[in-house]
């Protein structure tokens, strides 16, 4: 380009661009009031619906979106006052929708700490919603009239159950580790074999909790293999515990050794010392009944002899998100008399839904089905391909183009629980028919009953052994809404590309 060009092109673009700007002006002078906007018809009535300040946010909220629209220049001609309220009125359904809401699990990972881990079974669910809507005993004794312990509720049924001598309930497991550590071995030494410095979920990661608790962490062993003269080795004035963690989410394979819980707390207590085992998942009944045989339970570790248990509530054991704790009866009153241990303590919630749970283990015959995990875990492919086929009849049934597939395929209990165990499971299977297989996951995510599912192979798989038969109803519902909403979006597409280009 010559100078003669350039110049040319430079007052050829200001005189576009002026243009443009002037355009912009005029466009946004042409939006709307929020106060004339209140006025519309279509918004008085919204403010029989939804509250006040919501309305008013979300009409800035959309006008700002139209504002900044027209100086990107992506909007040529005046904005309709309809298309305002409609993105308003989207902007103030998110806004006024809870965030915490009921998602269809259809992933087949029973335990999924993403999806909010076990669901509670019915006996909870009851003592939650009756016990929420009054007063209760929560910290009051009935017979005396007097001041009561919250742990009282449910310690007596776990030591019934596990056998131990005590227990006490903190917010999660996390907390339960922490605990011990901080009350049993601040400034003394702990011993962990180095194939056993789990992270769970990103954020808990044993040395990270035993350097915050004060507590020394002394490693003992490879990677793959420890023995019981490492721990023998390492132990000295400053030892307090010997510690035994569930490696839960993952496994050693080959060359490995590792000490169990039985020799490590015979050592423990020939050298005086405590032995504490963070069990992870608490499975309270004979993981062999599961086919889940190898996975360590509660009972055994108390059997075991260990000083203290610890265990999450809301992983196999099936109940609200807590930490257990059961061990002898001294170690578990220090652990109560710790300041800290009201920091971490349980609400009236939590302690309502873990004794109806624990109740239910008190009727060992009946308990596999009383507890969803529970039951989950051990339903049969048989009754799993018997659900699959009713739901891909109904599926079919309103969506008559769409091909949906009955297929065996394998999941995984997830939640840290038997990680190399693949569960055999059956799911309904489809490719959806002229969409994207990821435009329609993500529709599914966001319907209005969300559902989450996995893709294999390019098909989504909606996993039977997470979906209940009271999910059915709003899983077709939701397939039906992202078929519409994802063909919708195509055609619009379409009409794009045949714009003349000009
Ligand atoms: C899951 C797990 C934890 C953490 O339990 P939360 O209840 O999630 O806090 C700690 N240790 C082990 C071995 C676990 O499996």
Redesign the pocket.
């Known amino acids: 380009m010559n100078l003669f060009e350039e110049t040319r092109a430079k007052a050829f673009y200001d005189i576009v661009t002026d243009t443009m700007k002037a355009n912009n002006k005029k466009l946004l002078r042409q939006l709307p009031s929020v106060s004339s906007l209140l006025e519309h018809e279509e918004v008085v009535e919204w403010l029989n619906e939804f509250p006040r300040p919501a309305i008013v946010a979300s009409l800035k909220e959309a006008l700002e979106g139209f504002r900044a629209s027209i100086l990107e220049g992506e909007i040529e001609s005046e904005v309709e006052v309809e298309d305002i309220l409609d993105s308003a009125e989207a902007e103030l359904e998110r806004r006024t929708e809870p965030s915490l809401r009921n998602v269809i699990n259809a992933t087949g990972i029973i335990l999924h700490?993403g999806l909010g881990?076990a669901p509670l079974c019915d006996a909870a669910i009851e003592a939650i919603v009756e016990g929420a809507s009054g007063y209760c005993n929560l910290e009051y004794d009935l017979t005396t009239g007097s001041r009561g312990k919250r742990q009282d509720h449910v310690a007596e049924l776990l030591a019934e159950i596990t056998g131990a001598e005590a227990a006490t309930v903190v917010?999660?497991?996390?907390?339960?580790?922490y605990l011990i550590l901080q009350v049993l071995a601040a400034g003394k030494e702990v011993v962990v074999s180095r194939g056993q410095l789990?992270e769970?979920?990103g954020s808990?990661r044993?040395p990270d909790i035993m350097s915050a608790s004060g507590a020394m962490l002394r490693e003992v062993g490879t990677t793959n293999r420890t023995r019981l003269r490492d721990y023998e080795q390492a132990i000295n004035d400053r030892t307090a515990i010997l510690m035994l963690?569930?490696?839960?989410?993952f496994r050693t394979v080959g060359f490995t050794e590792s000490v169990p819980l039985g020799p490590m707390v015979e050592l423990a207590h020939e050298y005086n010392l405590l032995a504490v085992h963070?069990?992870?998942?608490g499975v309270m009944i004979d993981p062999s009944e599961l086919g889940m045989g190898g996975e360590p339970d509660v009972l055994s570790s108390v059997a075991s002899d260990a000083d203290l248990t610890?265990?999450?509530?809301?992983?196999l054991l099936g109940g609200p998100?807590?930490?257990v704790i059961v061990g002898t009866a001294e170690l578990v009153e220090k652990i109560n008399q710790s300041p800290l241990a009201r920091t971490y303590r349980v609400g009236k919630l939590t302690l309502l839904a873990l004794e109806a749970t624990l109740r239910a283990y008190l009727d060992g015959e009946h308990v596999i089905e009383q507890i969803p995990t529970l039951s989950m875990i051990d339903a049969s492919t048989d009754k799993l391909a018997e659900r699959a086929a009713k739901l891909s009849e109904q599926l079919m049934a309103e969506l008559p183009k769409e091909r949906f597939y009955v297929c065996s395929d394998v999941s995984f209990a997830g939640?840290?629980?038997m990680p190399d165990q693949e569960i055999p499971t059956v799911v309904v299977q489809w490719q959806p028919a002229g969409c994207s297989t990821d435009e329609v996951v993500s529709a599914l995510r966001e319907a209005e009953v969300p559902v989450v599912a996995r893709v294999r192979d390019d098909a989504i798989c909606f996993d039977l052994r997470t979906i209940r038969e009271s999910d059915f109803e709003g899983l077709v519902t939701s397939v039906m809404d992202a078929v519409m909403e994802v063909g919708e979006e195509d055609e619009e597409d379409s009409n794009d590309l045949s714009l003349p280009v000009v």
Do not use: E, M, W, Y
């Open positions: 700490t881990r917010n999660n497991n996390a907390a339960a580790t789990v769970i979920g808990f044993l963690a569930h490696p839960s989410n963070d069990l992870g998942s610890c265990f999450s509530g809301d992983k998100q807590c930490g939640g840290g629980s």
